[in-house]
């Protein structure tokens, strides 16, 4: 059965996350569903990350087996007709081989969450930012951020749901970029790691913001670390501002002139 790497972007708002879900919709559903319209026969798909409830991607990626060769560029046009409504697209399709796995042969996931600081309410972006109305001291941020980065036990920054084996991960970058907003200011945190926990990027975006708002200071940061303790974490942030911004893989399966 011939193999496909789609990039897909949706915005998780209507969704109980990627993962299917038997009586909720997902992401995973909505495009197991699209593709069931052209192959009746097509197994389950396979993504890069499982994203929460109300979480979007930008890159996401995942891998489907079709019965017979599709065109990329057609695969991704019939793909898109069968996905409306849906506030999902496909927004790159490639052939790959049958080794590909989108889950395990990447080596890097990234994520960007924004944080918009303003007093009024969000219009445009409203559900694809986290508001708050108390200004916030980006470099606080930084000085916090950085004392995350490397590798660490994770347990204080991790869901109790989660099911990783082991707390212990590599945090390559956790960036903390300031931009102008209209009445106020957004703080985008870009986050890159092979792997994460659950929770794990929303964990350090709330435990920031109260850097960021004074409530905290760095040093708790390195200290809620230490504790290696769920409960010294700070809140963790809602999802609407999170993002799967990318995946990367030994080589780039869209890098090809089979590309969409």
């Given at each position: 059965?011939?193999?496909y790497?789609?990039?897909?972007?949706?915005?998780?708002?209507?969704?109980?996350?990627?993962?299917?879900?038997?009586d909720?919709?997902?992401?995973?559903?909505?495009?197991?569903?699209?593709l069931?319209?052209?192959?009746?026969?097509v197994?389950s798909?396979a993504?890069?990350?499982?994203?929460?409830?109300?979480?979007?991607?930008?890159?996401?990626?995942?891998?489907?087996?079709?019965?017979?060769?599709?065109?990329?560029?057609?695969?991704?046009?019939?793909?898109?007709?069968?996905?409306?409504?849906?506030?999902?697209?496909?927004?790159?399709c490639?052939?790959?081989?049958?080794?590909?796995?989108?889950?395990?042969?990447?080596i890097?996931?990234?994520?960007l969450?924004?944080?918009?600081?303003?007093?009024?309410?969000?219009?445009?972006?409203?559900?694809?930012?986290?508001r708050?109305?108390?200004?916030?001291?980006?470099?606080?941020?930084q000085?916090?951020?950085d004392r995350?980065?490397?590798?660490?036990?994770?347990?204080?920054?991790r869901s109790?749901?989660?099911?990783?084996?082991?707390p212990?991960?590599?945090?390559?970058?956790?960036?903390?970029?300031?931009?102008?907003?209209?009445?106020?200011t957004?703080?985008?945190?870009?986050?890159?790691?092979?792997?994460?926990?659950h929770?794990?990027v929303?964990?350090?975006v709330g435990?920031?913001?109260r850097v960021?708002a004074?409530?905290w200071?760095?040093?708790?940061?390195?200290a809620?670390?230490d504790?290696?303790?769920?409960?010294?974490?700070?809140?963790?942030?809602?999802?609407?501002?999170?993002?799967?911004?990318?995946?990367t893989y030994p080589?780039?399966p869209?890098?090809?002139?089979d590309?969409?």
């Amino acid at each position: 059965m011939p193999r496909y790497a789609l990039k897909i972007e949706y915005d998780g708002a209507p969704f109980a996350g990627w993962q299917r879900q038997k009586d909720q919709p997902s992401v995973q559903g909505a495009v197991e569903a699209a593709l069931a319209k052209l192959d009746r026969d097509v197994p389950s798909i396979a993504a890069a990350g499982r994203t929460d409830a109300g979480v979007h991607a930008l890159g996401q990626v995942a891998h489907c087996d079709m019965t017979r060769d599709w065109d990329p560029f057609r695969l991704s046009e019939a793909l898109n007709f069968h996905l409306k409504p849906d506030p999902v697209a496909i927004v790159a399709c490639a052939r790959v081989d049958d080794d590909f796995h989108a889950r395990f042969s990447a080596i890097e996931r990234r994520y960007l969450f924004r944080l918009v600081s303003r007093r009024a309410p969000l219009v445009h972006d409203a559900g694809n930012c986290w508001r708050v109305v108390q200004e916030l001291d980006g470099d606080a941020m930084q000085a916090g951020a950085d004392r995350l980065i490397g590798r660490h036990d994770f347990t204080t920054f991790r869901s109790t749901m989660c099911q990783a084996e082991s707390p212990v991960k590599t945090l390559d970058e956790l960036r903390v970029e300031v931009l102008p907003y209209p009445g106020g200011t957004e703080f985008r945190f870009h986050v890159r790691a092979r792997s994460f926990l659950h929770n794990q990027v929303r964990s350090f975006v709330g435990t920031l913001e109260r850097v960021g708002a004074g409530a905290w200071s760095p040093d708790e940061v390195s200290a809620a670390l230490d504790a290696r303790d769920r409960a010294a974490c700070g809140p963790v942030c809602p999802p609407e501002g999170l993002y799967l911004d990318g995946v990367t893989y030994p080589a780039d399966p869209f890098n090809s002139r089979d590309d969409l």
